[in-house]
């Protein structure tokens, strides 16, 4: 166990044992309370003082499927408030296997000046000089990067958007395939890393130091029986392997919830032809796969590789928040170009859910017409180049909205809603409008009960409630470095256990069924504390003024739940 801390600003890296506080952390538990700790709330997050913080799950570098998720952390250029973004690929389980428990980037390079953060083997880092970088997408990046340092290192980067500190930045990693076609999206984190001066991360994935198991037969038994349980389950073991996760296009349009032309109708139009089956036949017509490997130790194999009309390879891995983001919002119902604006999006380095929904609200706004997809190629095109119409979409929807005079920004503390609208799915609005890091479709996610029966979407009655279980179960599997889709098997008893074991059996502690709630709202507590003191208040906890007003067909319904229930969320 141990941190690496790098300091741009002195051009070092130094290894730290880890302070008590800290131990047995991992993922967003680490990321958000070392935060809470270290960085001073009212900083400028693209200024010398914020602090970049990269961090495995706790069971990260285990023998256990699914846990190759990494947890980056800071306080948000695009919302302000504290931010975890969450990545899968090959970094993670890179990291774990490293017995690295977190890289904490601090200070700032000096204006100008590019660097490479590189970590071989045995776990010794140093930073490298990447002037030679500049300006680089980051499909040629990475692939000059592995030619350089070799095929079996893990790569954590960013593009122009990262470069030009944009609030849609991402942070791109590497798949098994070595393709930077995974993000850490949401909260514009990839302009905190371009601000420190730093391009790119170079993991090696030949570490065999990860830290000891206090108990590794229990672990392996455990680790079995959980493994088994993603298996067994319809959702993880049938339909993701599939459709992956646009399979709930279908199912959204079902419930009127899937938001179209920026927010105007809960129904898309042309949702049949960008729905997960008609994906899934277009990719077998061509050749390419409809179930992929795309993350470390992955037994899901939820991803795709979706490839043009001669068989050549467009982008992986297409999924539902990119059909909807890139498809309903700005009306594009041609797969095409939905996989030419995810691959640019991935290659230019942005969140394809900020961008996608900046491009709707800009042609709401009627810079361009809905459905216009060479205008959306042609405005991704611009952020990239950075010119003064790219630079006001990449900054996101908030930026185009104050840029056109336009009203209807579907957003929350300045981050834009995810692809299941607040007023068709009540308690998905909860999760957006409280969520401490903004309007977060991973926060909270509640489309399974709505999906299950469980729970009316239109209706006020359980929602607040609903929402904060889902928060504090979040929050507390984002510690682990589990992917929130392996995450679904937990609805299972048995799964939970295994769960429990493993950690127990991991860090020789004693942790029971309590403690894992316990874990989620600990990482709450901190995250809230930090908005806190940066200025926020429950009158943040809104939701854009349109959702209250303007009815959503085909259920003509609004946002309902009240200001007096929604600030009962966080009430434990």
Known sequence: MKFLRVDMTEQTVKVEEISQEYVGLGGRGLTSIMINNEVPPKCDPLGPENK??????TLSGTSLVNTSRISIGAKSPLTGTIKESNAGGTVGAALGKLGITAIIVEGQAAEGKLLNLIIDQNGEAGLEAADSYQGMRTYVLVEKLLSTYGEKNGVLCIGPAGEYQLGSASIQTSDVDGRPCRAAGRGGLGAVM??????AIVISQQGKSPDAIADPDTFREAAKVFAKAVKDN???GQMLGALGTAGLVSAV????????????????DGWEKISGEAMAQIIQDRGGKTTHLGCSQCIIHCSNEYVDKDGKYMTASLEYETLWSMGGMPGIDDLDVIARLDFLADDVGLDTINTGVAIGVAM??????????QAAI?????????????KIIGNGPEAVGRHFNHHRIPAAKGQSIAAYDPRAMQGNGVTYATSPMGADHTAGNLVGQYLGGVLNPLEAEGQVEASRNAQIAMAALDCTGLCLLAGVALADAVATEALLKMMNAKLGTQFGPDDYPALGIRVLKAEREFNRKAGFTNKDDRLAKFFYEEPLPPHNKVFIVSDEDLDTTFDF
């Open 52 to 57: 970049l913080i990269f961090a495995p799950g």
């Open 378 to 390: 042609e405005m991704m095109e611009e952020i990239a180049k950075g010119t003064e119409i790219g």
């Open 253 to 268: 349009n079902s419930l009127g919830a899937f938001p179209s032309y920026n927010a105007t109708n809960g129904v898309f």
């Open 194 to 199: 371009g601000a420190k001066g730093l391009k």
């Open 234 to 236: 319809p959702f993880t």
């Open 364 to 373: 709401d706004a009627g810079y361009k017409k809905f459905g216009d997809g």
